[in-house]
């Protein structure tokens, strides 16, 4: 029953941190799907949860981009099947990231005290490009929006790449901090 309630809980703590991640995102700089942006946070909180609490978040990081894609976003132009697709996508391009640099032996993301910060780096870098890949192919087979791909997967790729560390970033430094604070 325990293992079941931190099941639960961990995923709303998924399914928070990328909802919070899309709202700041939207305050700070806007969101347009034909165009994206340069701080796209949710990537960021995507991969930290991933990272954080494994796999088993998959379901409250997938409801969360279904959820803010159609709440906050409104970005899939009226065709749910597509803006589906795209939203679980969304969700799993981290953890494909994460496998496929753990098989090719290039980090090991397992234990989280042992991560290298240069290795979150690449997993950032390397998620941008998987993520902005994925959703070039979706949007542009949909056939609602008007896509220029260089702008598209510029605007995507540096958007995911300046979101995921801004937010793995500040929660590896604020984090210990405000721990730290609390404690004494």
Request: charged share 15%.
């Given at each position: 029953m325990e293992s079941y309630k931190e099941l639960v809980t961990n995923n709303l703590i998924a399914f928070a941190a990328v909802f919070l991640?899309?709202?700041a995102m939207i305050n700070l700089s806007g969101y347009d799907v034909e165009v994206g942006t340069y701080l796209y946070l949710p990537i960021g909180a995507k991969i930290l949860v991933f990272l954080l609490f494994g796999r088993q978040v998959l379901l409250g990081v997938i409801a969360s981009c279904v959820f803010c894609g159609v709440v906050l976003f409104d970005s899939w132009g009226g065709n749910i099947v597509f803006g589906a697709i795209g939203a679980m996508f969304g969700a799993i391009i981290p953890l494909i990231s994460i496998w496929?640099?753990?098989?090719?032996?290039?980090?090991n993301y397992s234990e989280f005290k042992n991560i290298n910060?240069?290795?979150?780096?690449?997993?950032?870098?390397?998620t941008a490009i998987l993520?902005?890949?994925s959703r070039f192919f979706i949007y542009a087979k949909s056939a609602v929006f008007t896509i220029n791909p260089v702008d598209f997967l510029s605007h995507y790729i540096v958007g995911d790449i300046i979101g995921?560390?801004?937010v793995i970033w500040t929660i590896l430094k604020v984090l210990p901090y405000v721990v730290s604070a609390a404690k004494a």
């Open positions: 991640a899309s709202i496929i640099l753990e098989k090719l032996k290039l980090a910060f240069r290795h979150i780096l690449f997993l950032i870098f390397f993520h902005s890949l995921g560390i801004v």
